[in-house]
């Protein structure tokens, strides 16, 4: 009698689920599918959107767990963009594999953001200049030291400059990437506002710290889509002007 397999390895697993011809896990592309630069929104429509609306010949690479990768052209020059999904854990899967499997030299996450400065309003544009962190995945790598997660200095210039030479000027410095959304104190957020943190989101730490790991470059833009402060949010028409000025910033960055 044949003796059944144990799926005891993780080359076991991938073999059994057809996987065993991909470079990564989570990411489906072949050798070369994927640009050296690249957009990360957190959400995979998102990718499809940029891709149909801001690249020329752009083309799917993945659709595993419907987490939708594509590559295309900006400008004639060669472009990818990934979905990243929410929160460090997830980010941290696909910017791993994107680093480490498929070579990419700089990755530009574009995304939103919850405002914790009276002077940073909804649309606001804002670079991450570093990112804090509540997260626990730090605390794991670093054994409880604390980490600086920086963006790249060039990528900062670069997307200041473009801002700049649009009229725009967007809010510089520290956020916060937290593992919470639904905090169980909503005051939290002063904490970091006191010490000089501009909004809140759930992924820039991570994404700059795997750069700082892999000799990459990385930087976070984030629009403004809600207040901790006023509690306002931002209607569908103002995130749709936020966005399409962001994607500006973000594209003329990538090919700079
Ligand atoms: N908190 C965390 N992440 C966010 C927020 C927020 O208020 N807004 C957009 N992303």
């Not at 990718?47 to 020329?56: D, N, Q």
């Not at 929160?87 to 480490?100: A, C, D, K, M, T």
Request: charged letters at 20%; hydrophobic letters at 40%; glycine letters at 8%.
């Amino acid at each position: 009698m044949r003796k059944p397999r144990l799926l005891t390895s993780r080359l076991h697993f991938f073999e059994a689920n057809n996987y065993s011809n991909s470079m990564s896990v989570h990411i489906a592309a072949k050798p070369g599918e994927i640009a050296e630069t690249i957009l990360l929104p957190g959400d995979p429509l998102r990718a499809k959107f940029i891709a149909e609306t801001f690249l020329e010949n752009a083309r799917r690479y993945n659709e595993v767990r419907s987490m939708f990768g594509y590559t295309g052209t900006y400008k004639g020059k060669p472009v990818s963009v990934q979905g990243t999904g929410m929160g460090i854990p997830s980010i941290s899967i696909y910017v791993n594999e994107l680093f480490r499997d498929y070579g990419v030299k700089r990755a530009i996450r574009i995304g939103t953001a919850g405002s914790i400065r009276e002077s940073l309003k909804i649309r606001d544009l804002v670079i991450a200049l570093s990112a804090c962190t509540d997260s626990g995945a730090n605390n794991i790598r670093f054994g409880g030291r604390n980490y600086a997660p920086t963006a790249s200095f060039s990528l900062v210039k670069q997307a200041w400059d473009s801002a700049v030479s649009r009229g725009w000027k967007p809010a510089v410095g520290p956020v916060v990437s937290s593992d919470m959304f639904y905090t169980e104190d909503p005051e939290e957020w002063k904490l970091w506002a006191n010490f000089g943190c501009l909004c809140v989101e759930m992924e820039t730490a991570e994404l700059y710290t795997l750069a700082a790991k892999y000799g990459r470059e990385a930087l976070s833009l984030l629009t403004i889509s809600d207040s901790l402060i006023s509690h306002e949010i931002t209607s569908a028409e103002e995130r749709q002007t936020a966005f399409t000025r962001m994607m500006e910033v973000a594209l003329e960055t990538a090919i700079s």
